[in-house]
């Protein structure tokens, strides 16, 4: 079931030299260990895909400040230990790898849930043709199939919370950082199909801008802040925000303080308008 998602891992692990070789001496003053160390970080902190970066750039060690040796030497790890390795020894027996590894068991379910929901069609543009009965009934299918992914990922979420509050065994200092930008990650998600929701939402109650003279048509923009109502969602909002701030603090001076640094950035809210001729 996780075929695309094992092939993008291993071809990341695969490519771990290149990148490393490539990057050559782009981040001044860092030696050789500390440069590769920095790119399997970079490679592995997202392995939650968010449903916010779909037209990112992905992160190059070239763009990472210059990070003091002591602050990354604790996060060090073997090619042996990385996430797509890991991530193999999930799929091959996941009942016994979440008893050995709860913590990595967690973030792997939420990954495995991410890649299927990639393949879910998001369509952000309506044309006006679209917005009738029998489209709208169409939006209702889909709000159903958005609403499946908001339980499997705040399952996904709950998990994450009691493999924490338990102290999960295996938790090594690289991993449990892991585990804290994955739920930061796992809420941006729940906040997107929440807000994806209310605004195909706005279709069935046909709370459209109105179109002009030649416009055929709407788009869905972002905007800085959620737009809908649902208290749960904002809890989302809020928690995100705490958790990424805590990052930040927590791990200031490594990789994952520049991730969760530009999560804060993104705006998080949705609004249809007209789309322009």
């Known amino acids: 079931m996780n075929a695309r998602l094992s092939g993008r891992l291993t071809l990341w692990f695969a490519t771990i030299t290149l990148a490393v070789s490539t990057a050559g001496s782009a981040v001044a003053g860092q030696d050789a260990a500390d440069l590769k160390l920095l790119t399997r970080l970079v490679q592995e902190i997202p392995l939650v ?13 070239e763009s990472l400040p210059k990070y003091p040796a002591k602050k990354v030497a ?3 790890f073997s090619e042996k230990e990385a996430a797509a390795l890991e991530f193999k020894r999930f799929q091959a027996n996941r009942p016994k790898y979440a008893n050995q590894f709860p913590l990595r068991a967690a973030i792997f379910e939420a990954v495995d849930i991410m890649d299927n929901l990639k393949a879910l069609k998001m369509p952000m543009t309506l044309r006006a043709d679209e917005a009738t009965p029998k ?3 169409v939006f209702l299918r889909q709000q159903g199939n958005v609403g499946l992914f908001i339980f499997k990922l705040e399952k996904a979420f709950d998990q994450m919370l009691e493999v924490e509050e338990k102290g999960a065994k295996g938790a090594t200092k690289r991993w449990q950082a892991h585990l804290e930008f994955a739920q930061a990650r796992v809420l941006s998600n729940l906040l997107f199909l929440y807000e994806y929701n209310f605004t195909l939402g706005q279709v069935r109650a046909d709370n459209l ?18 737009a809908v109502t649902e208290g749960k969602a904002k809890a989302y909002a809020k928690d995100r ?21 530009r999560e804060t950035r993104r705006d998080v809210g949705m609004e249809w308008v007209v789309k322009k001729k």
């Not at 801008?209 to 800085?224: E, V």
């Not at 705490?242 to 994952?256: G, S, V």
């Open 209 to 226: 801008p109105a179109l002009g003279k030649g416009q055929n048509g709407w788009i869905i923009a972002a905007r800085p802040k959620i």
């Open 74 to 76: 604790p996060f060090t």
């Open 135 to 137: 489209g709208k009934v």
């Open 49 to 61: 895909a968010s449903l916010y970066d779909k037209n990112d750039e992905p992160v190059k060690v």
């Open 241 to 261: 925000l705490k958790r990424l701030k805590k990052i930040q603090d927590d791990y200031a001076e490594t990789p994952w303080a520049y991730f969760a640094d």
